[in-house]
């Protein structure tokens, strides 16, 4: 004989099917009851899917959907996620197994000690509303609130870069910023590039190392008229706060990472003198951060990273590989963790704080409209040509203008770590495509804040922040599963949980990073609050 426990919910559940009765779950201690059987789970699995638990099978897929081939070779079930579902701080799969919830669980004070998976829509006493039924428990679905979005665009202003940043100016308001704007994101744009007439060859003094094509951007994300041919005039560079911001950075071939990074504390214009410029950036591009903004870099560029001196970058170790990729986050979050995520040598690629796309002289995955590859995609060590052609790189300035030099390989292997995109910048012409991409990415990237602004409590009650409880209700339609509080976020643990922006006045609730994980994955799921019931606790040591 076997023994399997079922939590009481469980139990009732089942009971209720059998007999037909009004079931209303309890939100406070749900005890485990012991259930014996001479048949363990198939006796749920009978009771759920009848004679297909008997097939024979020697894999999942022998099975009918919703059971999992048994160590026995038999089918079988343990959970529907509806009918039957799973205690402790596990989850019903979609092949009815009972599995560990990774980063949602642990031990809880007025409970059982794991987190409690009920079923479906209890109504709440009172009221008729969803939640616990015994201590007047109602539900209420939290609104996720956005991240605010820093979007840095960096542009290299040498000889070759005439038509990307032609492409720049005419796409970025159309087919960039108003997609942001219209999801309703906060977000600003701040460019980091040398600004002027772009149809002006060498324009204010500039050169054809690193200055040889300058950049305006036009309203609506900027107020300003920019020239549309050589001799129209220009106007001088300015701010429109709160959404655009400009820091003249002359960024030459190969030293994108490190004038960057320079530029970051250092006033405009950086590193050229120039003789009629009025700073407007004094204290470098990083007084137009926000600490609680995610990070979004968007590099364009035809060539590569390197570590020479003559390209301004001697005594890094920004090679264009993936060694060079890692050492520039390093440095970069380094420099400055408040805004782009503290680096541990221990864990390198945990608590990043930014994106970085790319858009370099790489090769397209096809030669008249190429899509952007994504970080699951290997890098791609061949270079764009303007007919569309993939060639070896020329890894030289004498390449034709419309071609790529280098394929930014440095560049990509950052795109990748830090799950961004990539495309070829010879296909100016489709700039809209990327554009329209990285903007999507944006938007999606701002709904992943785990943050959540707390709902209005139902009327006639009275909102206590000791009797709240939060509820995460899978996307797939799996049990929902309560998520047990912690004081502060330095009580996060490997096992989640969550807790308030401020335990005095609390406006939001916030994930622990381990829950944080679980719930970005699922952007179908849902976060509610329930309202009535004692405040559930992970245990904190």
């Not at 709440?124 to 665009?153: L, S």
């Not at 005439?162 to 999801?183: H, T």
């Amino acid at each position: 004989m076997k023994t399997t426990k079922y939590p009481r919910a469980r139990v009732g559940v089942l009971l209720a099917v059998v007999c037909g009765c009004t079931l209303v779950l309890h939100c406070g201690s749900v005890p485990e009851v012991l259930v014996e059987s001479d048949d363990g789970f198939d006796g749920v699995c009978h009771s759920l899917y009848g004679a297909a638990c008997d097939k024979s099978c020697g894999r999942d897929a022998d099975c009918s959907s919703g059971l999992h081939c048994g160590s026995d070779g038999t089918c079988t079930a343990e959970c529907d996620g509806d009918t039957v579902t799973c205690g402790g701080s596990e989850m019903c799969t979609e092949r009815g197994r009972c599995e560990p919830t990774p980063g949602v669980g642990g031990s809880g004070s007025g409970g059982t000690g794991s987190i409690i998976m009920t079923t479906g829509s209890s109504g709440a006493a009172g009221d008729g509303g969803e939640g616990g039924g015994e201590c007047g428990a109602v539900y209420e679905e939290a609104t996720e609130v956005k991240r605010p979005m820093d979007i840095v665009v960096v542009i290299d202003n040498s000889a070759s870069m005439e038509g990307e940043i032609v492409a720049v100016q005419e796409r970025i308001n159309s087919e960039f910023a108003d997609i942001i704007d219209n999801s309703g994101i906060d977000y600003r744009v701040i460019m980091v590039s040398r600004y002027g007439n772009v149809f002006d060859e060498n324009f204010d003094g500039g050169g054809p190392f690193d200055s040889a094509f300058s950049v305006c951007i036009g309203s609506p994300l900027s107020s300003l008229e920019c020239p549309a041919a050589e001799d129209d005039p220009t106007p001088p560079v300015a701010h429109n706060p709160p959404i655009f911001y400009h820091h003249s950075t002359d960024i030459g071939s190969r030293n994108l990472w490190c004038r960057l990074l320079d530029a970051y504390d250092t006033s405009d214009p950086y590193p050229n003198e120039r003789d009629d410029f009025e700073p407007i950036a004094e204290q470098g591009w990083q007084e137009f951060l926000r600490p609680e903004a995610f990070k979004v870099f968007i590099a364009i560029t035809d060539d590569s990273p390197t570590t020479s001196g003559d390209a301004s970058c001697a005594g890094t170790n920004f090679s264009d590989d993936l060694d060079g990729a890692r050492a520039f986050d390093e440095a970069l979050r380094t420099l400055a963790p408040e805004h782009f995520g503290a680096f541990d040598d221990d864990a390198p690629d945990e608590g990043r704080n930014y994106s970085w796309y790319s858009i370099v002289g790489m090769a397209g995955n096809d030669p008249e409209s190429p899509t952007p590859l994504g970080p699951d995609e290997p890098v791609e060590t061949l270079c764009c040509q303007g007919d569309g052609d993939a060639v070896d790189c020329p890894r030289s300035n004498n390449a034709p203008l419309s071609d790529g030099v280098r394929a930014g390989e440095g560049y990509q292997e950052l795109s990748r770590l830090t799950g961004a995109l990539r495309y070829p910048s010879c296909y100016n012409d489709n700039f809209d495509d990327v554009f329209n991409a990285i903007a999507e990415g944006v938007i999606e990237g701002a709904k992943l804040s785990c943050e959540w602004a707390i709902p209005d409590p139902p009327r006639g009650e009275v909102f206590d922040k000791n009797k709240v409880n939060v509820e995460y209700r899978p996307g797939g339609g799996s049990t929902p599963v309560t998520i047990l509080k912690v004081p502060t976020l330095e009580d996060c643990g490997d096992s989640g949980g969550w807790y308030y922006d401020n335990e005095d006045d609390p406006t939001l609730v916030l994930a622990c990073p381990a829950t944080c994980d679980v719930l970005t994955a699922d952007p179908a799921g849902q976060i509610g609050v329930l309202f009535g019931c004692e405040t559930r606790y992970e245990e904190v040591h």
